[in-house]
């Protein structure tokens, strides 16, 4: 699978040369060309994504300090594949998302989609940019407008982008059965007349309503039972199927990452750590911070109990963050390279890359 592919515009440096954007570019050069809209080319580049916060305090609340939620984050989605992002709380991996949909503007960073420069000249615009992508959040409830039915809450959004209202509504009455809702028993409900599930399958329909081709899931299931959790991983599994669609899958789970992901990618303190295949990631991670989640994944064998903590301490304070590699002070491993010099994400095997010193000693 293409992982990093073409991640510098300019092509890639000379073999041996580290990116500027934190990247070694000598393994990846030689991935193949990506013809643009063809099926090898990513849906999705990102590309040094960085958004910094700023904390006012002192004299007149200046703007002294900056909050690093997003700092030089570059990927690739490929079409058709599920991507996760996992990592702790605080890690960036929802501030990730809201740039990539332009919820909030970045400070630094590109978005290419399928060949097209994003927002950029001569590129695609953000109106065209913004039907091929949709985000269905956490919160099912404060997604969805208390003053529509769910079928007008559907059916807004095409009606906004041309559709006639009687076209809208059929387009949103079809979605609204696909997801498993009945339009005749549920289309005239409020969002306090549902469940959290049902409400969840609103947001999925009305995500869909525009026809996107990737959707991205911030933590799309963590509030539902895991009864209702299972069937709306089932109800995602059958619609990407269905309708070609590519997933930026963000969570906590990874039970559910591992059963719904085709990537995982691994992010600490506002970076990316990690990033390879499900199966290699979860049979043989690469990076300390890798292993540290998964050995706090809870077994399902009652007589394999976990002694003590896998991880100690909080994450360092994002706006001084540590020298060298992020994690140094919470990793066992960390010896005096890590605090001078800042690891690059480089390929340990094909398509898993990692940021660690000792994974890449020569």
């Known amino acids: 699978m293409n992982d990093l592919n073409n991640l510098d515009r300019d092509g890639p440096l000379p073999s041996g040369t580290a990116s500027p954007r934190g990247i070694d570019d000598s393994r990846l050069s030689a991935r193949g060309s990506l013809d643009r809209g063809g099926p ?14 700023p904390v006012r305090g002192g004299l007149f609340a200046r703007n002294s300090q900056q909050v690093r939620a997003v700092d030089g984050v570059s990927f690739n989605v490929a079409k058709g594949e599920t991507l996760a992002i996992v990592g702790e709380s605080g890690c960036g991996k929802s501030t990730t998302a809201r ?30 940019f913004r039907r091929n992508l949709q985000m269905v959040f956490q919160d099912s409830y404060a997604s969805l407008n208390p003053r529509m039915t769910m079928l007008e809450t559907v059916a807004y959004g095409p009606q906004v982008h041309g559709a006639s209202k009687a076209d809208a509504l059929a387009r949103a009455a079809a979605l609204l059965a696909r997801v498993g809702l009945a339009p005749e028993q549920f289309g005239n409900r ?3 007349e549902l469940s959290g599930g049902q409400r969840q399958r609103v947001n999925i329909a009305r995500a869909l309503a525009f026809e996107p081709r990737l959707l991205i899931l911030d933590e799309a299931v963590a509030a539902l039972d895991k009864s209702v959790q ?15 669609l590519t997933y930026l899958f963000i969570s906590h789970d ?9 990537r995982v990618m691994v992010m600490y303190l506002g970076q990316v750590v ?8 979860y049979t043989a991670p690469r990076h300390p911070y ?8 809870p077994s399902m064998d009652p007589a394999k109990r976990t002694e003590r903590s896998p991880l100690a301490g909080d994450p360092p304070n994002p706006i001084n963050p540590p020298s060298g590699c992020r994690f140094r002070d919470r990793c066992p491993l960390a010896h005096p390279r890590c605090a001078a010099e800042v690891p690059l994400l480089r390929e340990a095997s094909d398509g898993h890359f990692s940021a660690c010193h000792l994974e890449h000693l020569p």
Do not use: C
């Open 40 to 53: 090898a080319q990513p849906l999705l580049m990102v590309r040094n994504l960085r958004k910094y916060f």
């Open 99 to 128: 740039l990539i949909a332009r919820l909030m503007a970045p400070d630094e960073g590109e978005l290419v989609f399928d060949g097209d420069g994003v927002g950029q000249f001569g590129g695609m615009a953000l109106k065209e």
């Open 190 to 192: 409020y969002p306090h």
């Open 230 to 244: 299972a069937q709306v991983l089932n109800l995602l599994q059958e619609l990407k199927t269905e309708r070609h």
């Open 254 to 262: 990874l039970h559910v990452v591992h059963y719904l992901a085709d």
């Open 274 to 281: 990690e990033i390879g295949p499900v199966g290699a990631l």
């Open 290 to 297: 890798t292993k540290a989640l998964l050995s706090a994944v």
